[in-house]
């Protein structure tokens, strides 16, 4: 089954540090950009970030720019958003998503992990 | 306040055939950028449900189709079933904000 799993979620202050994971199986992430999405509680879906397959393009939303850094690990087939500085409005449910080749659609998302900011 | 305008809701009975709309403006749709949609059933992820603007990945009902016209993008779902009752988000590329999306619009089918 083609899956993409996120773990990193949780309470933190704010100001603190989380760092998301986003693992895939029965896919390789090698070849592809990913995202990472997020949907805040009761409200609509944000684009954060993205990465190249080769990680050497990435891009950030204006919000998160300079306080979140994606990265990615082609070896272990794993996403990972780093986020500092975390503000209250940053609470949201993080989806990492896998980008439709040559396109600017997400065609594979993950369940979700939640982050809330206090 | 999103990029892309959506009706907050819509309805529809059983069999009906149910619009959304999705507006834009001129550094995104009508920057001849194609509009993507989504199907968000509750507690669940987005799913794809249309790509470049009529495009179904493989699996969806061809009761779904997508149009764009300028600055304003629709998705249709002909023959409503209950199972179509989700969140539905339209997104797009911007020039200055890259991926964009619409606030998203609350499908009920009576």
């Known amino acids: 089954e083609v899956q993409l799993v996120e773990s990193g979620g949780g309470l933190v202050n704010r100001g603190g540090s989380l760092r998301l994971s986003c693992a895939a199986s029965?896919?390789?992430?090698?070849?592809?950009?990913m995202s990472w999405v997020r949907q805040t509680p009761g409200k609509g879906l944000e684009w954060v970030s993205s990465i190249s397959s080769s990680s050497s393009s990435i891009f950030y939303a204006d919000p998160v720019k300079g306080r979140f850094a994606i990265s990615r690990d082609n070896a272990n087939n794993s996403l990972y958003l780093q986020m500092n500085s975390l503000r209250v409005e940053d609470t949201a449910v993080y989806y990492c998503a896998r980008d439709l080749p040559e396109n600017e659609a997400f065609d594979i998302w993950g369940q979700g992990t939640m982050v809330t900011v206090s | 306040q999103s990029v892309l305008t959506q009706p907050p809701s819509v309805s529809g009975a059983p069999g009906q055939r149910v619009t959304i709309s999705c507006t834009g403006s001129s550094s995104n749709l009508g920057a001849g950028y194609d509009v993507h949609w989504y199907q968000q059933l509750p507690g669940t992820a987005p799913k794809l449900l249309i790509y470049?603007?009529?495009n179904r990945p493989s699996g969806v009902p061809d009761r779904f189709s997508g149009s764009k016209s300028g600055t304003s993008a629709s998705l249709a779902i002909t023959g409503l079933q209950a199972e179509d009752e989700a969140d539905y988000y339209c997104?797009?590329?911007?020039?200055?904000?890259?991926?964009?999306f619409g606030g998203g619009t609350k499908l009920t089918v009576l």
């Open positions: 029965g896919l390789t992430l090698s070849s592809y950009r």
């Open positions: 470049d603007t009529n």
């Open positions: 997104q797009s590329y911007d020039n200055t904000l890259r991926r964009v």
